[in-house]
T-cell receptor
Framework: GNSVTQMEGPVTLSEEAFLTINCTYT??????LFWYVQYPGEGLQLLLK?????DKGSNKGFEATYRKETTSFHLEKGSVQVSDSAVYFC??????????FGKGTHLIIQP | GAGVSQSPSNKVTEKGKDVELRCDPI?????LYWYRQSLGQGLEFLIY????????KSGLPSDRFSAERTGGSVSTLTIQRTQQEDSAVYLC?????????????FGQGTRLTVV
């Protein structure tokens, strides 16, 4: 079956640091890949997505590239802000049965 | 409403009692999903509805769990004879169509604590 593995936190960085959150997946076929973000006290929001190999999703300064050869979809941001503190979920969609999520990475950005 | 609404936001119940969780999806969204977010377990897919129909109920953790949706809108997730391992945040999401399942909008969840 499908599965998603992501680094577990908490990940603590200083403001303006470079961020990488690793995500790898196992899936049959050609899934779409996503990053969702959950800010404190809020529901999950779609951050970015990629639907085929070599696609790059980007939003709010975050980027992730769909790497089929390494089955990865690592999330990156060049300069993080305190407001980026949240829980980030990597996910894949293989069809109509919903999304398969990773366990989430808690990101803490210190001023 | 503008977003997915879940109620109650918090529920504390005694072991063995039944609980009912409610989800109001975004108006016009035909697909509705239930997930469970347990500590250290990430997000677990439970069930989805296309309209009022749930094609696959195999994701429900046990036969104590059931879900229904009426009028293509509100959905309820019922847990009978709650156990401590049922403690989790239960998230509901909706999307315009199940084929667009990834473009889902989430509610803030119901935090269930079984004591």
């Amino acid at each position: 079956g499908n599965s998603v593995t992501q680094m577990e936190g908490p990940v603590t960085l200083s403001e303006e640091a470079f961020l990488t959150i690793n995500c790898t997946y196992t899936a049959t076929g050609y899934p779409s890949l996503f990053w969702y973000v959950q800010y404190p006290g809020e529901g999950l929001q779609l951050l970015l997505k990629a639907t085929k190999a070599d696609d790059k999703g980007s939003n709010k300064g975050f980027e992730a590239t769909y790497r089929k050869e390494t089955t990865s979809f690592h999330l990156e941001k060049g300069s993080v802000q305190v407001s980026d503190s949240a829980v980030y979920f990597c996910a894949l969609s293989g069809g109509a049965d919903g999304l398969t999520f990773g366990k989430g990475t808690h990101l803490i950005i210190q001023p | 409403g503008a977003g997915v609404s879940q109620s109650p936001s918090n529920k504390v119940t005694e072991k063995g009692k039944d609980v009912e969780l409610r989800c109001d999806p975004i108006s016009g969204h035909t697909a509705l999903y239930w997930y469970r977010q347990s500590l250290g377990q990430g997000l677990e897919f439970l069930i989805y509805f296309q309209g009022n129909s749930a094609p696959d109920k195999s994701g429900l953790p046990s036969d104590r769990f059931s879900a229904e949706r009426t009028g293509g809108s509100v959905s309820t997730l019922t847990i009978q004879r709650t156990q401590q391992e049922d403690s989790a945040v239960y998230l509901c999401a909706s999307s315009a169509d199940y084929l667009q399942g990834a473009k889902a909008f989430f509610g803030q969840g119901t935090r269930l604590t079984v004591v």
